[in-house]
């Protein structure tokens, strides 16, 4: 974009959904039930896999890891729409708006890592299982989700200093509930183009890479178990992965609803944003603990002996 009309921008202003001072009450009502559900539900996942040793083993330190990530990736929009809504005021600051594109990067980078990771976990438990003990050794679940971690971090502090770079023009206008990176970038009056490959580049990678790592484990998995050759096994073995995979699909499910969305900054475009960014890690605890009696027991017992010692 040819420079003109530059300025030193201070703040943006945020639409987020409606206008329409009538339904911001109903809006406030429905994101804090649904941010204060999300947190709530990772907590006692957490909780449950802290409170109970035999939930000590790699799926579970990956799945706390999960929903510490899907607190903090919601945590990074929600609160802020709330104030606003609350406040009625639509801005945010510089400041405020790069460090929450860096956060909102970092724990959605987190959530994609940390699935293609516990599918891998699933892979070596099913199709290796004599070996799983071995391999999925503590030092190599921590060095695991290390490295998630650093290439997250990374990434998100290159995205975040480069738009640092960028020179805006007197249009700060995001029509969304966040500042989402794209759009920020068509506000600016400087050029871009680096920041738009390195866009490219990671979100396919991030789409990509991870994707083929989960759909090659499953592959794997499925082959093994159609292997085995009573019912009753095949059942066993499929559930120790049916929550992952319920996971996955909702995951990459509304993410592709939101990058398949011509225009983000629409109605459609946000509500495919509310489904990723709330409404997954809302319902990753359920599919969780509905579907996992170790969950199920292990918050029993840590909620009872809560409610003991009240």
Same mark, same amino acid.
């Given at each position: %974009? /040819?420079? &003109?009309?530059?300025?030193?921008?201070? /703040?943006?202003?945020?639409?987020?959904?409606? $206008?329409?001072? /009538?339904?911001?009450?109903?809006?406030?009502?429905?994101?804090?039930?649904?941010?204060?559900?999300?947190?709530?539900?990772?907590?006692?996942?957490?909780?449950?896999?802290?409170?109970?040793?035999?939930?000590?083993?790699? %799926?579970?330190?990956?799945?706390?890891?999960?929903?510490?990530?899907?607190?903090?990736?919601?945590?990074?929009?929600?609160?802020?729409?709330?104030?606003?809504?609350?406040?009625?005021?639509?801005?945010?600051?510089?400041?405020?708006?790069?460090?929450? %594109?860096?956060?909102?990067?970092?724990?959605?980078?987190?959530?994609?890592?940390?699935?293609?990771?516990?599918?891998?976990?699933?892979?070596?438990?099913?199709?290796?299982?004599?070996?799983?003990?071995?391999?999925?050794?503590?030092?190599?679940?921590?060095?695991?989700?290390?490295?998630?971690?650093?290439?997250?971090?990374?990434?998100?502090?290159? $995205?975040?200093?480069?738009?640092?770079?960028?020179?805006?023009?007197?249009?700060?206008?995001?029509?969304?509930?966040?500042?989402?990176?794209?759009?920020?970038?068509?506000?600016?009056?400087?050029?871009?183009?680096?920041?738009?490959?390195?866009?490219?580049?990671?979100? &396919?990678?991030?789409?990509?890479?991870?994707?083929?790592?989960?759909?090659?484990?499953?592959?794997?998995?499925?082959?093994?178990?159609?292997?085995?050759?009573?019912?009753?096994?095949?059942?066993?073995?499929?559930?120790?992965?049916?929550?992952?995979?319920?996971?996955?699909?909702?995951?990459? &499910?509304?993410?592709?609803?939101?990058?398949?969305?011509?225009?983000?900054?629409?109605?459609?475009? %946000?509500?495919?944003?509310?489904?990723?960014?709330?409404?997954?890690?809302?319902?990753?605890?359920?599919?969780?603990?509905?579907?996992?009696?170790?969950?199920?027991?292990?918050?029993?017992?840590?909620?009872?002996?809560?409610?003991?010692? $009240?």
């Amino acid at each position: %974009m /040819e420079p &003109g009309n530059q300025t030193s921008v201070s /703040e943006f202003l945020l639409l987020g959904f409606s $206008q329409d001072s /009538e339904q911001q009450p109903i809006l406030f009502g429905l994101f804090l039930s649904m941010f204060v559900v999300t947190v709530l539900g990772n907590l006692l996942i957490i909780l449950a896999v802290i409170s109970d040793s035999h939930l000590h083993t790699p %799926m579970y330190f990956f799945l706390s890891n999960l929903s510490f990530a899907d607190i903090c990736f919601t945590s990074t929009t929600i609160p802020k729409m709330l104030v606003n809504i609350q406040t009625q005021r639509k801005s945010i600051t510089f400041a405020g708006c790069i460090t929450q %594109m860096y956060f909102f990067m970092v724990f959605g980078s987190m959530d994609t890592f940390l699935l293609t990771v516990m599918a891998y976990d699933r892979l070596v438990a099913i199709c290796h299982p004599l070996h799983y003990s071995v391999i999925m050794n503590p030092r190599l679940c921590g060095l695991l989700a290390l490295v998630s971690w650093l290439i997250s971090l990374t990434y998100s502090l290159i $995205q975040s200093l480069l738009m640092l770079r960028l020179s805006f023009c007197t249009n700060w206008v995001i029509q969304h509930f966040y500042c989402e990176l794209a759009q920020a970038l068509t506000l600016a009056c400087s050029d871009t183009l680096i920041n738009y490959i390195l866009l490219y580049m990671v979100t &396919g990678f991030l789409g990509i890479v991870p994707f083929s790592g989960i759909l090659f484990s499953y592959t794997q998995i499925v082959s093994s178990i159609l292997r085995i050759p009573s019912a009753n096994g095949k059942c066993k073995a499929f559930s120790t992965c049916a929550s992952h995979l319920s996971v996955v699909s909702l995951f990459y &499910g509304t993410g592709l609803g939101v990058y398949l969305s011509t225009d983000s900054s629409s109605w459609r475009g %946000m509500v495919a944003s509310v489904m990723y960014t709330v409404v997954t890690p809302m319902l990753n605890p359920f599919i969780y603990s509905l579907r996992n009696r170790d969950i199920r027991r292990a918050l029993q017992k840590a909620l009872g002996r809560t409610l003991y010692v $009240q």
